[in-house]
Nanobody, 118 residues
Framework: QVQLVESGGGLVQAGGSLRLSCAAS????????MSWFRQAPGKEREFVAV??????????YYADSVKGRFTISRDSAKNTVYLQMNSLKPEDTAVYYC?????????WGQGTQVTVSS
């Protein structure tokens, strides 16, 4: 089982940047594909970005709404996945969640609030 703890959220002005972190417990972090989702008030949770598990070629994939502005990365030595968010917009305001997926199992963190003021 994997436990995930997000951090790094906060209040930022439009055009600003934030870096979210998701720290994972467990020795098998490298075997999980890691992703970020977000949920705005009154809306469904939506996919933001994903990065493949460690080992072999690394691939990333982004939602169209964040492509070119957000970057997902992982540090296996620290059991942490990051989401660098640049050129933030008010519509990026949401609770951001990280998710670990492997072998049909998925685990979610508790979320971190990101608020972008106009």
């Amino acid at each position: 089982q994997v436990q995930l703890v997000e951090s790094g959220g906060g209040l930022v002005q439009a055009g600003g940047s934030l870096r979210l972190s998701c720290a994972a417990s467990g020795r098998t972090f490298s075997s999980y594909a890691m992703s970020w989702f977000r949920q705005a008030p009154g809306k469904e949770r939506e996919f933001v970005a994903v990065i493949s598990r460690s080992g072999g070629s690394t691939y990333t994939y982004y939602a169209d709404s964040v492509k070119g502005r957000f970057t997902i990365s992982r540090d296996s030595a620290k059991n942490t996945v990051y989401l660098q968010m640049n050129s933030l917009k008010p519509e990026d305001t949401a609770v951001y969640y990280c998710k670990a997926t492997a072998n049909g199992n998925s685990y979610w963190g508790q979320g971190t609030q990101v608020t972008v003021s106009s």
